[in-house]
Each structure stands twice: as structure tokens, then as C-alpha cells.
């Protein structure tokens, strides 16, 4: 069976199972619209470059469309056929496809900080090859990969590696009390490794960014070094726009 992670930009990814075609986190309709079609599109979190109604208005509406707990009200009005709200535990058939809900580390909330929507992260699996998708991390604790990284092997990750500000500045913000909102380079590939997973993507950078402090591929080439400085570099697969990474079993199929 054919499998690949197609990196459309920022976090929005699509994951193709053979015929099987799921998008996540789509942003920006001319992105989303390339790829189609897709049967199923699931959403990590509620923020407005996660969940972006002006995307989501555009898309198929006959899909089926999985948000997190608490943010069906958001996209009650768009049309789609069938809403599901999603939390850590939840298991979905999407065509041949296991989608199962996974927890991660962000702040809840759309516009300001609440206990609703929550944040998710996704698995994807199906013949063997599993995809994990993470939305986005903060700088705080992290034994929840420990635990996902228990519970399946996983193929590839997609992990941030930034925002909108330089890679030093979640950094920097570590230990004070938004725990730097979005994880760095460095942090990324750690929580790869304790994923135990065979491939990092490195997705949310060089597509929404303030120029004026870093390059758009600041995020990434930190994330090369690191892992070349750490000897984990086959760990490591940045993708263009666009670009695919082909998946296959541990043992080759």
C-alpha cells in the first residue's frame, strides 16, 4: 500500500492511506482546495490558524469534518454533513483508516485562554504505518509522548518547530507563565525522540512569520543543526510546500 504526508504549509497536512485521504489543519483555500479530494478532515485546536472558518467555508462539505471537544458551535453554521467533536481516547473510522484523538500540550481556548475547545493531537494508522500529528506544543511537560510513544509505533511525526517570532523567543519564554505558547527547534526534535518515531516532519514554520525578526526557514535550519550536532539527522525530513514524504512498514511493505 502507498502512503504519504504531503506538507501544504504552516500545520496543514495531508495524509494519504492509498485511496484514503485525510487533511488536517487545513489554512489558506488554495492550499486545501490542491490536494482534494480527501474524505475526512480533522482539526487539532480552535485557534484561528487551526481552525480557520474562511478556509473550512470552501472545502467539500459532504466530508466528514472532526474538531475538538467544545468546538462544534464554531463550524455549526458551514455546512458540513457530519460534525464530530473529538477527545483524548477517541477512536474514528475513516474509511479504512483508524483515527484516534491523542493529547498534546497547548493552551485551550479560541480568542482567550479557556477549558474549551481542547487541544488534540491525532494518530492515524492503517496497514502498519502510523502517522502522529501533534497541532501545536508548548513549552511545558511532555510525558504525554512518553505515553503515545508507548502505545504505537510510530511511522512520522508532525511536530511545530515554531510561530510567528525567531525560534529564541519561545525559547527564551520557557519558564514564564504562557510557557512560551509554541515549542523550538530543539524541543521538537526531543519530543521526537521520545515518540521513538522513525521520521520527524517539521511543520508551523515559514508560513506565518514576521520577517522583519528571522528568515522563514530560520526554524528549520536551527532544527538541521541541531539534529547533525546531535547525530540525528536521519531523524529529520524537512519538506517544501507541497512536498511528500512516502511512508512505508517497518519491514519494507
Request: with cysteine.
Amino acid at each position: 500500500m502507498n502512503a504519504q504526508v504531503i506538507w501544504l504549509g504552516h500545520a496543514t497536512a495531508l495524509v494519504a492511506f492509498g485511496d484514503e485521504r485525510i487533511l488536517i489543519d487545513p489554512l489558506g483555500r488554495k492550499r486545501a482546495l490542491s490536494v482534494a479530494p480527501y474524505s475526512t478532515v480533522l482539526i487539532t485546536h480552535s485557534h484561528v490558524d487551526h481552525l480557520n472558518r474562511w478556509t473550512l467555508s470552501k472545502l467539500d462539505k459532504s466530508v466528514k469534518l472532526i474538531v475538538p471537544k467544545g468546538a462544534a458551535g464554531i463550524v455549526a453554521n458551514l455546512g458540513f454533513r457530519e460534525v464530530l467533536e473529538a477527545e483524548p481516547g477517541d477512536h474514528f473510522s475513516c474509511g479504512g483508516v483508524d483515527v484516534i484523538a491523542v493529547e498534546t500540550r497547548h493552551d485551550s481556548g479560541r480568542w482567550k485562554r479557556s477549558d474549551k475547545p481542547i487541544c488534540i493531537g491525532y494518530i492515524l494508522q492503517r496497514n502498519g504505518i502510523v502517522v502522529h500529528h501533534a497541532g501545536d506544543v508548548d513549552m511545558s511537560t511532555y510525558d504525554v509522548f512518553d505515553q503515545i510513544g508507548r502505545d504505537f509505533r510510530i511511522d512520522a511525526t508532525l511536530l511545530p518547530i515554531g510561530g510567528i517570532l525567531p525560534p529564541w523567543y519561545y525559547r527564551a519564554r520557557r519558564h514564564k507563565i504562557d510557557t512560551g505558547v509554541h515549542i523550538c527547534p530543539e524541543t521538537a526534535l526531543g519530543i521526537a525522540q521520545r515518540l521513538s518515531a522513525r521520521t520527524m516532519v517539521p511543520i508551523h514554520w515559514g508560513t506565518l512569520n514576521l520577517r522583519l525578526f528571522h528568515s522563514a526557514k530560520a526554524p528549520s535550519d536551527q532544527l538541521i543543526q541541531i539534529a547533525s550536532a546531535q547525530e540525528a539527522s536521519e531523524l529529520v525530513k524537512v519538506l517544501g510546500h507541497g512536498q511528500e514524504l512516502a511512508l512505508t512498514t517497518r519491514d519494507g511493505a
